[in-house]
């Protein structure tokens, strides 16, 4: 088979500069948040004119929340981006998601947060017809769900869990089906076939399995019905997070999941991906392009990694000064009992230093961080678990503090184990999966070469 080269990025979240993102209850609603708002729309206008003049590959794929929050306007106007890509000789396969349909959508225009005309599912392709499903061989127009000739040698297998009736759907079993009867009749044409999701089928870093929105619903049934008829290798967004991960099914067949950072917040990221023969794929990382913006002298990247940080202080911060409007944030504002704890914990964590931290635990800290305080530690450890290749690792300061103190509660942990699950059930391991959240010990979460057989 011929090599084939496209680019992937995901989770554009386009926000029409007609609608507004300004105030100081826009600014209060920006702490909370990872990714930008007023900035997306110029974020977006850099990648896509990045796009519109690589050489390198006249295909892109996007794989999900094209818009904000579902705006009317958003759409309107990244659809109108999308073909100035076309017109620029580019090819545009999208798969649409929970953001772009009717998702209590909000705008700021100085004052209280206003609602904006949004659309529905049945009104998608209105505007993104001619993206990818315009030109499809296969169609199920239920989940929005085709396939496409990619090249000669390679199908593209786009898969929505969204349908008229929600959101977020486990897939049926009709709807299985028909993803079974699109892969093996690639398979019978003698063609490679690779899948789109916006949602991911593997969680994108062990600590992640514990919480339901980080993955498709009941992914194992689709990990099993794509990877035991052909189809190895699936591209996915919503968490924007860099991750590669792999997994074998109960009858030997690997599975790659490759899940890819939201352009508009840290980490931000597209992928250059290489189809080198039907069982080697070379993945790259290509960091977001500069956009015009007033970014007070940072980088784009130093940019959207403050914003990222402002969200994790804030929340931490917030425990400490105003524990009502956290627990809010984490669905337990009405719980008052809840208040004098979380503030206690949060001047604990935002005050006190790693070593200090680490000795409740009757351990030893690494003298190069045992003077760093501990909410830098933590927010520098979050940020690295989207980011991806974190570097925590057993032979570092900070991860070999961070795993001794994990031993210490290997008995908690070994407690917690027999009463938790993972949220499609798995039996997990609370050391093990601390550890390789920390650290990355595997493949590399952003420029990879994988063998699909």
């Known amino acids: 088979m011929k090599e084939f080269k496209f680019f992937l990025i995901t989770d554009p979240h386009y926000y029409s500069k007609k609608l507004g993102a300004y105030g100081e209850v826009y600014e209060k609603f920006m702490d909370f948040e990872q990714k930008c708002y007023a900035e997306t729309p110029y974020i977006n206008d850099a990648v896509n004119e990045y796009l519109k003049n690589s050489t390198e590959t006249d295909t892109i794929l996007i794989a999900g929340d094209l818009s904000f929050n579902g705006e009317k306007e958003s759409h309107i106007e990244y ?21 772009d349909i009717e998702q209590h959508p909000f705008c700021y225009n100085g004052g209280e947060r206003e609602t904006p005309e949004c659309i529905s599912f049945d009104k998608l392709m209105d505007y993104y017809y001619d993206f990818g499903y315009s030109t499809a061989i296969a169609f199920n127009k239920e989940h929005l769900s085709y396939v496409a000739e990619l090249s000669e040698d390679i199908r593209l297998l786009v898969l929505c869990n969204d349908t008229i009736e929600g959101a977020k759907l486990a897939y049926d079993d009709e709807f299985l089906d028909w993803i079974k009867e699109q892969a093996q009749k690639a398979q019978q044409d003698g063609k490679m076939m690779i899948a789109m ?68 917040g840290c980490p931000a990221f597209m992928r250059l991906v290489t189809i080198k023969d039907d069982s080697t ?54 719980n008052t009992a809840l208040y004098r704890p979380v503030s206690i914990i949060g001047k604990a964590l935002s005050t006190w230093t790693v070593g200090r931290i680490a000795k409740i635990f009757f351990v030893k800290a690494h ?25 925590y690792t057993e032979d570092t300061p900070f991860g070999s503090t961070f795993l001794k103190v994990l031993r210490r509660l290997k008995p908690v942990l070994n407690i917690l184990n027999k009463k938790l699950k993972g949220s499609q059930g798995e039996e997990i391991d609370l050391y093990e999966m601390l550890k390789h959240s920390a650290g990355n010990y595997g493949i590399s979460d952003h420029n990879a070469t994988i063998k699909l057989k």
């Open 79 to 99: 659809s109108q981006e999308l073909r100035k890509l076309q017109d620029a000789g580019k090819r545009v396969y999208v798969v649409t998601a929970s953001h």
């Open 197 to 264: 999701e916006h949602y991911p089928v593997l969680p994108g870093q062990p600590i992640l399995t514990l919480i339901p929105d980080a993955r498709q619903k009941d992914s194992k049934r689709l990990i099993e019905t794509l990877a035991d008829n052909g189809v190895h290798l699936i591209f996915t967004g919503h968490m924007h997070n860099q991750s590669i991960n792999c997994v074998e099914t109960e009858k030997g067949n690997k599975f790659y999941d490759v899940c890819t950072g939201s352009l508009i």
């Open 281 to 334: 794929v070379e993945i790259k990382s290509i960091p977001v392009p500069e956009f015009q913006w007033d970014k007070n002298g940072k980088t784009g990247e130093k940019y959207l990694q403050d914003q990222f940080d402002r969200m994790l202080y804030t929340m931490i911060n917030a425990m400490r000064d105003d524990p009502a409007r956290f627990l809010g944030k984490i669905g337990a504002g009405g």
């Open 367 to 391: 003298p190069d961080i045992k003077n760093v305080k501990f909410i830098d530690a933590a927010v520098d450890l979050v940020r690295s678990v989207f980011y991806g290749d974190q570097s």
